[in-house]
């Protein structure tokens, strides 16, 4: 399949824009609540599978043709997803807002030498040299969170493993979401995500109910923000940009949940911080801009590779 050079309703920076800004609110909301992490990413994926219904069920015939390959595909970003959010969540409750949404800033170069690997997507050597800048100034970032909260090793162990499921998760989205509207993909991801963690609970005998009101307010709202506004937004732009490009735009996220931990939970914010803040996103602006200028023709869908074997109709 060829990439798609679809010109989209809204500029795509606007989009990134906004996910970024919701999945920014992500640490926030899961600091206030009192559950478990699986249980957090259970029910706010849960949640996100309830809004999304109307739109899934009545594209459901449309999923269940999906070749297997596909079907497998999708399956697999489920899973890394889940994931993710498991090991993410869960850095939370041993380290800083910051520490743990910094250390996703490795995801680009998972996600962009995975381009490489699969699809033979080249970037440019201005392209590496924006990146590296990012994650430089995310480190300043981390610097800054460092002499807060320097005994986290652990929290940090689990941001860092995190990384590994969302870039799968990434990857897979891009061979695969092409291929389905955004609520239908998103939904069946957020779904088999969703099932994922509540198999992690229960292994770890984690309560799935009985939280206080608050803690289930939060569990709506991640659905709400971070969950629709942030990742179904990410899976929608999937049909005009690149896994690559999205995984670069999300390295804003670590300077807005920065800057919303120093707002609402009274994180200290270091000078130093500050400056890794300007650099990320001056870096991340660096790399999006030239891909952005003209949204028409920016392309989205990963080709399959070439089959080596007659197809079979599955």
């Known amino acids: 399949m060829n990439a798609l050079k679809e010109r989209p309703p809204v500029p795509p920076a606007v989009g990134i824009l906004v996910a970024v800004a919701a999945v920014s609110f992500s640490s926030i909301f899961i600091k206030w609540c009192q559950a478990e992490p699986a249980v957090i990413g259970m029910w706010r994926l849960w949640f996100a599978v309830v809004l999304l ?14 070749a297997r390959r596909h079907l497998l595909l999708v399956l697999l970003a489920g899973i890394s997803l889940g994931v993710h959010f498991w090991l993410w969540t869960a850095s939370l409750f041993y380290t800083s807002v910051a520490s743990s949404t910094i250390l996703l800033a490795l995801q680009p170069f998972f996600v962009l030498l995975g ?9 440019r050597g201005t392209s590496w040299l924006s990146v590296t800048l990012a994650v ?3 480190v300043l970032i981390t610097g800054g969170d460092v002499r ?17 499921a969302v870039s799968a998760y990434m990857l897979a989205g891009q061979a695969v979401r092409p291929r389905l509207k955004p609520t239908t993909y998103s939904a069946a991801v957020f779904f088999l995500a969703s099932l994922t963690l509540m198999a992690i ?3 770890q005998h984690a309560p799935l109910t009985g939280f206080p009101p608050r803690t289930w307010a939060m569990f709506a709202l991640l659905a709400v923000v971070p969950t629709v506004g942030g990742h179904f937004l990410f899976n929608g732009l999937m049909r005009y940009v690149s896994a690559g490009m999205l995984s670069v735009s999300i390295l804003g996220e670590p300077v807005g949940a920065t800057l919303l931990a ?9 000078p130093l911080q500050a400056v890794g803040g300007v650099l990320t996103l001056a870096s991340v602006a660096w790399f999006l801009f030239p891909a952005l200028r003209d949204p028409g023709l920016t392309p989205a869908a990963a080709p ?7 197809s079979t109709g599955r």
């Open 53 to 66: 219904a109307p739109w899934w069920l009545r594209d459901l015939p449309r999923f269940t043709r999906l």
């Open 115 to 123: 381009e490489r690997w699969f699809w033979g997507t080249t970037q």
């Open 136 to 138: 430089a100034g995310v």
């Open 148 to 164: 807060v909260a320097g005994s986290a090793l652990f929290g940090d162990v689990l941001a860092a493993a995190s990384t590994v």
């Open 201 to 203: 609970a229960i292994v």
């Open 262 to 270: 120093w707002w609402l939970l009274g994180q200290p914010l270091h």
């Open 304 to 310: 399959d590779p070439p089959p080596t074997a007659p």
